[in-house]
């Protein structure tokens, strides 16, 4: 794993429908400032910096991270993008982190943002190109047969998604960076909303958001303030069409996740971490990735969640934060949950503090569930 | 019979309009707009009146001679919107009266605001004065406020020649004549359909093609409520469809029967369009639709 690599910073913006207020470069460098001075350090601390965000084609700035430069204090200094679909955010971390771990540098920037309000996101994901018949609508157009394809391999009751969409958007309620905080919420109403991609309604898919993260990463001597550790990281991808490829259960996120078990020296995720924070855009990908990461035997994925274990109070809280479902500014979503991960181990995350929470899992996934990204971060040098 | 009351349009208008002399605190303010500049007075409380009045409306004491200058931009406290405007209104076109508050002022300036639309235009609005080109120390040589510029379109288009894959190309040729063609991997003997000259399990070559039936399995689907340019009408379904003999499945629309009949495991069959409407195109196969044969155990 190379050189020990800490997270001593972490910043956030309030996801949100629309920032009116700022350009893009604002956005992002509001972030970044507060990863800055949570680390207690500034832009001259920087010894690189790394971005990532979605398909250019979202805001229609073509490489942003040139435009970016100077709004993140990168003149002069080494910086990339990294791009890899909705996972991006996470992959951005993790190349970040490969950064110190090499030892190439002592502090790096890692930075992640999507403006929704001005990007055309669903028009871009779905540009109807000449010989092509492409039958996908948007994302949920894309997942939902996967999520019908799961029900009916495992027999899961309707209701499993509901709860999921529940119990994320009432962790929300306690995170004052949730773009989706709707008080009240229940059952009854996210099941009184439309089906969009059936079986996925509306309150079962997640918003669109503005917003940018950053994360201040740090070799062992150049550690300031409070650190998480990182314990494991590990990214892998497959194709999207492949015979026998399990659309359902991803191989390419089995074996992320025994990478990053390994590194860790984790051998039951449900018993040995104490909070994940899972990439789950799409409420039924909660039992779904309880399976692909081993938290519960093939099959089983929904009847952990329908018991409470990932709730707030459960034995292993899923999504404290409110997650996907409740806030995603798409190219930053990934780098929420790692940062996310990293309050929680760093005993930082306010209301949705998960009580002693020493390890946790940042996860991320992207394309067609073809691209994942995670790291497990901890209280203790590794 | 009583006759039609008499009626006569009148205007009372002094000819030339009525002089007015200013005095010393509303000609400074008229003197500095027409230099462009807007000013307002400081009352003996310290407060920043703008437009500026000869005496404090709260004390009724004469209001100081400090003078400072505020704006140009201001922040909209209130607005009223005018949908048909009047002949001597400043804009011919629907705008707001609003109250202006000018940086710096203690009070608010009533004036119009060109913002196309009132709900352009919430409290809390940056605006500032669009000037007349000749000025002449009158209230109007403010043509009007406009808010900010907050947001700019930026249209991004980029041209492609698109040229098709020989295998894409060979594929759609099939596709024409009414054939589906895909292709067998030697290697690891999976088919995959359409046609393509890698394998992406293995990576490699693939030489043969394996023409495969126009019948198949839906393995899952996804019921669309929203539309789609593509699909007939909404809902549709848009279904993984595994052709007979094919070891990957083919999206595709499913159609002739109620969405909420289909089935995962249900049998179904490509349905042409007529062969001399046939494009090199998918468009030729309208969508699958059941064959009516028991379904198949996933």
């Known amino acids: 794993m190379g050189n020990r690599c800490a997270v001593i910073g972490v910043g956030q913006t309030h996801y949100t429908t629309k920032r009116m207020d700022v350009s893009i470069a604002g956005l992002v460098r509001e972030a970044a400032l507060r990863a800055l001075e949570d680390a207690g350090l500034t832009f001259k601390d920087i010894d690189a910096v790394v971005i990532g965000k979605a398909p250019d084609l979202f805001e229609g700035v073509m ?135 059936e079986p996925i309604r509306y309150l079962e898919t997640c918003p669109s958001s503005d917003g940018a993260c950053a994360v201040v990463l740090s070799s062992e001597q150049a550690v300031t303030g409070r650190p998480a550790w990182v314990h494991g990281t590990a990214m892998r991808s497959e194709p999207i069409f492949r015979a026998g490829r399990d659309t359902v259960n991803p191989q390419g996120g089995k074996d992320c996740a025994a990478d990053v078990y390994r590194q860790a020296g984790i051998a039951d995720p449900r018993r040995d971490l104490d909070v994940a924070e899972i990439y789950v855009p799409f409420s039924w990908y909660e039992p779904m990735w309880l399976e692909n990461l081993g938290f519960a035997a093939e099959g089983e994925g929904w009847k952990l969640t329908e018991s409470g274990a990932t709730a707030l109070d459960g034995d292993i809280p899923w999504n404290a934060s409110g997650g996907v479902l409740s806030s995603n500014p798409i190219g930053a979503s990934g780098l929420i949950r790692f940062a996310e991960a990293a309050l929680q181990v760093r005993g930082m995350a306010g209301e949705h503090q998960v009580d002693g929470a020493r390890r946790a899992l940042g996860h991320a996934y992207g394309g067609g569930a073809q691209f994942f990204a995670m790291w497990i971060v901890g209280t203790d040098k590794p | 019979m009583p006759s039609d009351p008499l009626t006569a349009d009148h205007v009372l208008e002094f000819p030339g309009g009525y002089t007015r002399t200013t005095g010393p605190v509303i000609g400074r303010f008229l003197t ?51 949908h048909e405007p009047r002949e001597n209104h ?75 894959s020989p295998s894409l190309t060979r594929f759609l040729e099939g596709v024409r004549d009414g054939v589906l063609i895909g292709c067998r991997c030697a290697t690891c003997e999976k088919v995959y359909v359409p046609y393509r000259l890698t394998c992406p399990e293995c990576g490699n070559p693939i030489a043969g093609e394996v023409t495969l039936p126009d019948t ?55 349905e042409w369009v007529p062969a001399e409407e046939r494009t090199l195109s998918m468009t030729n196969i309208r969508w699958f639709t059941p064959t009516g044969e028991p379904d198949v155990e996933l």
């Open chain 1, 63 to 197: 490489m942003p991270e040139s435009y970016l430069a100077d709004a993140l204090g990168a003149a002069g200094k080494p910086m990339m993008r990294v791009h890899t679909a909705g996972s991006v955010g996470g992959s951005t971390a993790l190349v970040g982190a490969s950064l110190i771990q090499a030892g190439v540098h002592e502090r790096v920037l890692v930075v992640a943002f999507e403006k929704q309000s001005e990007s055309n996101a669903t028009w871009a994901l779905s540009t109807h190109l000449p010989f092509n018949a492409s039958l996908v609508v948007g994302a949920g157009g894309y997942f939902a047969p996967h999520i019908r394809e799961y029900m009916r391999r495992t027999g899961a009751p309707d209701h499993i998604g509901t709860l999921v969409a529940v119990k994320d958007r009432q962790n929300a309620l306690k995170n004052p960076y949730a773009h989706l905080r709707i008080p009240g919420i229940s059952r009854e109403m996210v099941e009184s909303t439309p089906m969009l991609w």
């Open chain 2, 32 to 82: 500095e707009l027409r230099d462009g500049r807007l000013m307002g007075v400081r009352t003996a409380e310290g407060r920043t009146l703008v437009p500026p009045l000869e005496y404090d409306p709260a004390t009724g004491e004469p209001v100081t001679d400090e003078w400072v200058e505020v704006g140009p931009a201001g922040t909209v406290t209130a607005s009223a919107w005018v």
């Open chain 2, 90 to 164: 400043p804009l011919d076109r629907p705008f707001a009266w609003a109250l202006i508050r000018l940086d710096g002022a203690d009070t608010a300036l009533v004036h119009a605001v060109d913002a196309g639309s009132p709900k352009a235009l919430p409290p809390g609005t940056r605006v500032r004065p669009v000037w007349r080109a000749e000025r002449r120390g009158h209230i109007t040589d403010i043509s009007h406020f406009a808010p900010e510029v907050t947001k700019i379109v930026s249209p991004v288009s980029t041209r492609y020649r698109l040229t098709a």
């Open chain 2, 216 to 270: 198949g399995t839906v393995t899952t689907f996804a019921i669309n409520n929203l539309p789609d340019p593509r699909a007939p009408e909404v809902p549709f379904v848009s279904a993984y469809i595994l052709l007979d003999g094919a070891d990957i499945p083919l999206i595709a629309l499913v159609g002739g029967v109620p969405a909420h009949q289909v089935r995962q495991g249900m049998r179904v069959r490509a």
